[in-house]
């Protein structure tokens, strides 16, 4: 029983690093229909900055990560994926193929690929044990920090004008506009929306692991993305749904794939994702708006 | 038709190649090098052009068909002695297998079409984005498999090729044949019916056309090409790993065809050699020199960092490409000499 209550508490965790991810993605994909490969990036960037700020007060380290990362989530709306909106998706995702690589290699002319270090709170690393079952306070705090920032982003899509109109502007980007929303401000905001959601990633993450490269963008943006895919793209709640069914998936073959199978584990969620994407391309809930007419 | 106007163009863009490739070997060991890189680059994404050119679907996967090319290629080229060290767990019937080289990167080939011809079943239901996706997934998938099927692949660190190594100008021969039959493929019925479909797919399926079927003859033909590419980069390069295979190649290739132009062989052409160019003379500057006794430091990253910025100018100024889709035509006679009627519409209708 406690085995299993076990397993239960680290899907969730992983659940909520995935549902962090997708929502970054998602938000973005619902807009403008841009899958944002530089998303990992964004997380990236963000856990560069605790790395520079790791010597300061915590408050002050969560402040830079949010920070930063909304900072270039902007930049990057401006100054790339401006020009090219509207252009077909493939271009728009190609257009965030190169600001990935941009930013990573930026990173990489800094800072060299050598891994670095950071510590943001001595107490993430920490424990305790309620029963049989193992917790970690980083646990706790991944499973709070998401479901506190879900309350706040649904809260801000429901109840604010500017959550309004993005809502609007997912379903029917022409016809929002024509009804005086304002294009560049609603995309900049879910940009900046997309930031504070990587910035809080990147606190996440290097909080579990204490190390940050340049690359480290990858694994969680190809995992976020497999978990808006899952849920739906364009559809937020479709993302956090996605990201725990693939939290719960991945925990259930871990710990249920027999020994010579193991290491493909990898190999047969992506495979999952391209027969989702095949038998029903539009998830598990289905995004208005978001459905092709001849 | 003006047939035999336009099969100049595979022409003009061997005698491109060839020239390229003439200046390259004449380069220093580095440039040497990059022309023969390019080479085989050239394969890969001529191949890709004759899936995405002529559908319009942009696929990340083709690294994967490169994989299974190359590690095909060099399982049955290492000579069986070698393979019992390298490889001890290997099954005999793979292991006491010794093919030739040109047998060996055709097999290569071959076996990237099967693998793309059972996954063309699904793929090919997909469209725009949800197909682009699909192929990150497969891209995924592939290189996890190569990471983790240690018995085969011997995993991460990968494994050294035991068989000589083909020099440029036996190189050059496989990329020709690549321009020649993305040519013919393109010129085809089935290529002109997936380029009617890339243009308008409702109007083309109204018309008739099987636009399933039509995608995956073009995959199953770009994955081949892709998988001959991954065997001449195996034996060329005698060192494989699951690396070479993933993001940082897709990302290359997938910037060499939009820089070029997705929608003609000439653009492929032109957005290797561009490209090549373009990362050659940023890797001079990324190891650091010294100009007028100022020291340059080395700066990792630069050429990468070059070629994001590159491609997102290109993206963002000229999102067609340098050769707007356009083929490598012989400059026109003036019309009054060739005493025909105008040809602007005829000339128009083969754009694409």
Redesign the interface.
Known sequence: MSEAIQHIVDGAALGSFYAIFALGIALIFGIM?L?NFAHGELIMVGAFAIYLTRTLAWPLIVLAAIGASVAIALITERV?FR??RG?????L???S???S??L??????VF??LPKSADIHPLLRRSFTVGDVFVSWLTVFTIAVTAGLLVALAFFLRATPMGTQMRAAAEDFDAARLCAVDANRVVAVSFALSGLLAGAAALLIVGETGTLF?TMG?TPV?FG??AA?IGG?GSLPGAVLGGYVLGAGSTVLTNTLPHGVA??R??LL??L???V??VR?EGILRARGTVTR? | MSAPRSATTPLLLIALVALATLLGSQGPVTVRSATDSALITLVVVVGLMVFTGNSGVYSFGHAGFMAIGAYTAALVATSPEYKRIELPDLPAWIGNRHFGQVEAVLLGGALAALFAAVIATPLVRLSGLAASLATVALLVVVHDVAENWERITRGTPGFIVDASQPGTWKLFPWTAGAIVVAWLYKRSASGLRLAASREDPVAAAASGIRIRRERAVALVLSAFLAGVAGGLFALHFANISPLNFYLSVTFTMVAMLVVGGAESISGAVAGVIAVTVLLQSFRQIEEGFTVAGVHVPARPGLSDFGLAIGLLAILILRPRGLTGGRELRPPRLPARLLERPAEAPAAKSEIG
Request: charged share 5%.
């Open positions: 229909r899958v790339a020009p090219v252009a077909s998706p493939a271009t995702l190609i257009t193929f190169a600001v690589y941009l990573q290699s930026g990173a990489r002319l060299t690929s340049p990858l190809l993305f497999t895919v793209m290491p493909f990898d190999a992506f495979g994702v391209m027969l994407l095949t391309p001849v």
